[in-house]
């Protein structure tokens, strides 16, 4: 290769190292706007979708720096967590029982699946953000 096909060669290794960083910039940049504060009290309605526990049950839970616990009067205890991008991994405990719940939280609103192998059963959540 010539020295002016070296020069076009680097030149165009260049141009696309740069398109390629606009576009991770451009990525970077609508991650951050997805990016949500999940805080705020939430009402929570579970479905149960199989299993011998009741077919629903509703309470609330709270949520502050991403850390969730407990509401007002409700029957179980909520620990866990819902990150900046609303993804939800919270456990609901009582008397020994125990629930694991996943799914997504997106402007104020959520949904996801809940399990319980200490109860043998299982369903659907939704939850909204109060006030």
């Known amino acids: 290769m010539t020295p002016a096909g070296y020069s076009r060669f680097f030149a165009a290794v260049l141009m696309g190292a740069a398109s390629i960083t606009a576009a991770n910039a451009q990525n970077a940049q609508v991650e951050l706007t997805s990016m949500q ?3 705020g009290v939430y009402a929570v309605y579970i479905t149960t979708q199989h299993g011998d526990c009741d077919k629903s049950y509703q309470w609330k839970i709270s949520v502050s720096g991403g850390r ?3 509401a007002g009067d409700t029957p179980m205890e909520a620990s866990g967590q819902i990150n900046q991008r609303g993804v939800v991994a919270l456990a ?3 008397m020994g029982q125990v629930a694991t719940v996943t ?6 609103y959520g949904s996801g699946t809940w ?3 200490t109860m043998q059963c299982g369903g ?3 939850a909204m953000r109060q006030g």
């Open 37 to 39: 504060n999940p805080d």
């Open 92 to 94: 609901f405990q009582k």
């Open 103 to 108: 799914g997504r939280v997106a402007k104020g």
């Open 68 to 70: 969730v616990s407990s």
């Open 124 to 126: 659907s959540w939704r």
């Open 115 to 117: 399990s319980s192998s």
